[in-house]
Structure formats: C-alpha cells, structure tokens
C-alpha cells in the first residue's frame, strides 16, 4: 500500500501523505489481527460466554476496519446489528437456556491433522494465485490500455445512505424484495420449527434457576 | 420513470410471492386462534396451493416471449425460452407433488399448514433460479430455495431422524453457500460485474483452446471453481454426496420426494448460465474437472446403490448416478450436449416422479408403516396384491435403467452419443458399462415385485383413483414418447438453439 502510494509523483516525498498511510495500514493491520486471533478464540475457547464475547470483539473489529475504509454506513449497521442484536441474542440463549454440560474437548483434537492439512493445502493455493494474479497489472500495455482518469472529477457528492438507497431502490429492487422474503421465510420456520402449540408444556420462566446460575457452570462445548 | 409493458416480466413470480403472503394471513388468522380451537387447514391449504400453482402457471405459459425485453429488472431478470421452459416444468411438476402427497401428510400427522407454504417457497425460489441473470439474484433465490428445503427435512418435529437430517442439510447447505459467496466475491473483484450478460460481453473474444498468454485469468478461474463447487454440494455429486443419502432416508418422504425430483434442474440452469453463457471461452479449464466428477458419481452412485436395503437411499444413489450422466453431456460443450442434457433432464424429473409417487402411495396395512421408511422387502409380491401397480412399477424401473421399450432408453443413448460426438470414447464406455451394474438394483426391486419366493405378501390400503391416475398419466408419457419422440427432441432442441 505503501509503494503504491508513493508512485503518485506529487505527493513524492511529502512526509505528512507517507506518515498518514503508515499509519493506516498499521491500524487495519492491526484489526485484521484482531479478528484472526478472536475467531480462533471463539472456536477453541470452552466457556461459551467467553466465545461469545470473542465474537462480539470479532464484529467491532471489522466494524473498525470498515471505519478505516471510510465505509461510515455498514460500519454503524455492523455495531447496531450484529453487536447489539446478535450478540446479546446469543447471550441470552446462552443465559436461558439449561443445556446440560457437555465436555467435548477431546474429540475436538480427533480431526485436527486432516483439517489443518486440508486449511493449509487450500490458503497456500490461495495466496499462490493471489500474489501472482497481483504482482504486476496484466492489462497494463497490453490489449486493454488503461487510460488516465482523475476519479475525482468523476465522483459526485453523495452521501453513503444516498448511494445505497439509490442502488437498493432503483437497480436492485427485486433483489431487495427478494431479501425481504427469505427473512419472512425464517421467520415462519423458526416459529414452527421452536413453539410448541399445546397447552401441556407450556415454557415458563422460573427466575429462582436463572438467578442461581453461575459463571463457572454455563454450558461448555 | 415509465414503465414499459415489455419490461414486466415476472408476473408469476410476483403473483407467487404476493399470494403466499395473504396465505399465510388467512391461515394465521384462521388456524391459531382460540375461539376457532386451533383448526387444521392443511388440506384447504393444499388445494389453495395447487390452485395458486396453476394460475402462476398459466401466468408463465401467457407470457409473450417475444414482446419481452430480453433482460429486465436491471439486466438482472432473463426472459427467455430456457427459464420459460423450465419454469413451466417446475410448476406442473409442483402441482401433481402436492396432489399426490395429500393422504401421506394425513398419515404422518404433519398437521401445520406451513408446510405446504414452505414448498411454495422454494418453488418461488426455483423460478427466481431459473430466470437469474446475475450473481446476487442467483445467490438469493438458491438461500430462499435451500433455506426452505431444510425447513422441509426438519418439519416432523417428534422425530430425531428428521431433526437430524434438517440440522446436516443445514449445516452443509450453509457452508456450500459460503463457497458460492467466496467464489463470487472473488469473481466480481476480478471482473468488476456479477452480471452474466457483462462476463459475455467481456470474454466473448477468448475461444477454446486458447491458451490467454496475454491475459492472467487464474485467479477469474479460481472463483468459478469455488462457484462451481457449490453448486455440486446442491446437486449432490461425487465428492460432495455425502449428505444426500443421509438426508434423503431421515427426512419426511414426502420431502424427499420434492428434493429428489425437483430442484435439479433450475440448479443445471444456473450452471448453464454460468458455463455456457457466460464463461463459455474458459470451457478447457472448467472442462476436465467436470468429467471427473461426473465419471465418479456414476461409479459410486452404481456401485454404492447395490449396498442399499432401503429404497429411498437406493433412490439416493440412483439420483447421484443421474447426476453424472447429465454432467457428461453437460461437458460436452456442444449444442447437441445442451439438447440431450435437457432430454435427460426431463425423463428424469418424470420418472423420479413416478417412483416416488408409487413409493409414497403404498402404505402398509400394519404399525410398522407409521415410521415411513421402506425396506426393499416391504414391496414383497406388490403383483399379487396389485396387478396393475406393479406393472407400472416395473416399467417406470425398466425405463430408469435405460431398457428399449421405454423412453429412458433414447435419452441415455443421446447422453453417449453426444459424448461419442465431442470424442470422450473412454468416458462414453466406462459409463455404459456403470449403468449396466446400475441396471442390476433396478432389477432386483422388479425381482421382489414379481419374483419372491414366499408364500404369504404383504397387505396395503387401497389407492384413491385421482392419485393413481396423475401416476398412470405420467406412465403413459413414457409409452408416447418412446413411440413419438419428437415433442421432447423438438423443444430440447428450441431451448439449446435459442440460449446461445
């Protein structure tokens, strides 16, 4: 990112330009880390709070990196969405719910060597095509000629929420819909698939078991 | 902004969408209510279903392609005769479905109205499917079609099997999803476009064969891969079948009767969309592959079907099996490919149907039927008990393995001759002679109809005459075009010339 920028011949040298893109690229290599390291923390750590909580730190992470990609708009429906309904979602059904304890630890190892074999095998290739498909521009002085253009001048300006409602409204309307009715979908089979219409078993909340929970003893997977 | 009238062009699916919707608040407001004591509806529900079915039919069959725009809703929505087709197959096979479930729902005491709103569901998915012209409209309408396939398999709640095999579905389903969304994300980065009329209009310059020394396009073919792939976990073939038989034994019969016949071929549709409209300059890349997971599902689909004691994971592999030889006339890159590919494709739908329909309307005259899954046994001496059905039975079997007096027969032999034609010899000879080990569990099934050994049969309740007739219509379908071929050859042939 670094290079790329100083390929700009004006802003060749100016110290403040280089010391802002430094300074970007630590922060989003920093958030990217982030969310590496809590994703794998919410897949190996035993108390499910804790896992829980790992991934509310996972979504604020790349609500920051959005931030940094100026993306103001999904960054804030990141934090309200995922963060304030999801998780706290989680976290009640974790509360809630009396699972009973299970300890699954040890065959959590059982088939660790062939996926991790499977993992590495698949991100090698990965990273191979990556960096050989970018290491140089492949349209560059061959049948496509890039042309200069000062996207700048291009640019209207427009607000983010504009832009998506304009895209949402007007070109993808029918995928918007489309959207709307997978949700009403989920919504009818997560009330079949959950309540339970007789009167026999009636699910009532019984505040003496929930307030004698403790941390230690919340279900482990 | 005005509208023409040659840019409205899913009036079906929009009729579709719009009548579940008042479905489902006529049977809310009706069915959970106190004062009307939690009345069952399911069999109004079913019959408003077919009704609704048949009009968003006639609304397809009403639609003039040609005023049509080709494209609409933003180039996202194709009008033309591959969508139209196969929207209308899908629909008339939904409606006969739903006729020919209606007494198994009562004996399995599947009481909740949703189910039939949910096959609506996926059936509106499946046409959205079947006319999606983009990447975001194909993702979203493959979530609403397998979104309410798992609520299908997971509908009988008393029954761990069912639950279980809802939860699997859902698990991978969800992660071939994933796949699809990587691939794609991959391929709109390289592209700038998730349109397939731009992927057209960007690669139409690169023909077979060449080798895009100028142009890196590793990375364009990664994403297609990934793309591709999860189409295959939808279809069930070879390295991705490991779900199929599981899910299609444990769940409701009756939904596994709509995932087995049904949904494969607005699946194909895509992948024709993706392969041949869109990448079909990449066909030396996509190619090789294809063919081995299409030699491989015909060898475990053959060879793991002679294992099986329960007919529906026979028919599981069965599938499988069919699925290999639709792709290897599918990798053929040619229009005679695309032709015997949608022939194929047909006859199966067809005679999936027939088998399932007889496999769901014999029901045992005993306790043990309560738990719906059927041993091969079970059908023991079907000939003394029931002539006719039998019969009917054991021809439907004749034509899945491919036995000349029926048409199953002229549409295997179209699958290798446009294998012989794009010179894939060996593939074109190991699957003949798979299918001919695979013609061995079709014929055992005919062995215990017919054949057994012992004395005493078993007993079923008797078949209502509207339901064996859907069946027997279907059955006369393979007499009449094995005699008369043409209709099938005609608009196969239309769909492949007019897609290009």
Redesign the interface.
Known sequence: MVEHWNHNPKDKGSKPFFIKFMFLNSLSYFFSNIIILSCFMVIFVNNSILSTLFLVLSFIAASCLLFLFECEFIALMFVIIYVGAIAVLFLFVVMMLNVKTINLTKNNFKYLPFAFFVGVVFLIE?FL??S??FKNN??YQ??FLNSYKNWYDKLDSLTEIEIIGQIIY??????F???G??L???V??AV??TAD?SYKNLKNQSSYKQLSRKYQNVLLI | MILQIKEISIFSEIFLSISIIFLTLHGVFLSYNKFNKFLLLQNSILSLAVLILVMSSFLIFNEHLFILDYLSFNYSISNDYLSFLTKILIGVITIFFLLIIEQYLLDQKINHFEYILIILYSVLGLFLLCSANDLITAYLAIELQSLSFYLLAAFKKNSTFSIEAGLKYFILGAFSSGLFLFGASIVYGVVGSINFDDFKDLFFWLSPGNKFEFLQTNLLQFGLTFILISLFFKLALVPFHLWAPDVYEKSPTSSSFFFAVVPKIAIFVLLLRICYYSFFGFIDCWRYYIIIISFLSVLVGSFAGLEQRKLKSLMAYSSISHMGYLLISFSTGSIEGIQMLFNYIIIYMISGFCIWGIFILTRLKNNYSKKGNKDLGDLTLLKKSNKILAFVFSLTLFSVAGLPPMVGFFVKFGVFLSAIEASMYFVALFNILFSVISTFYYIRIIKILYFEKILVGKLYYPIKTEKFIIIFLFFYLFIFLFINPTFLYLISYKVSLLFF
């Open positions: 990965s095509i990556i050989q498909n492949s349209y061959k049948i007007t070109h993808y309307v029918l995928q819909l489309v959207a009715l997978i009403f979908l989920v009818i089979g079949i698939l219409f």
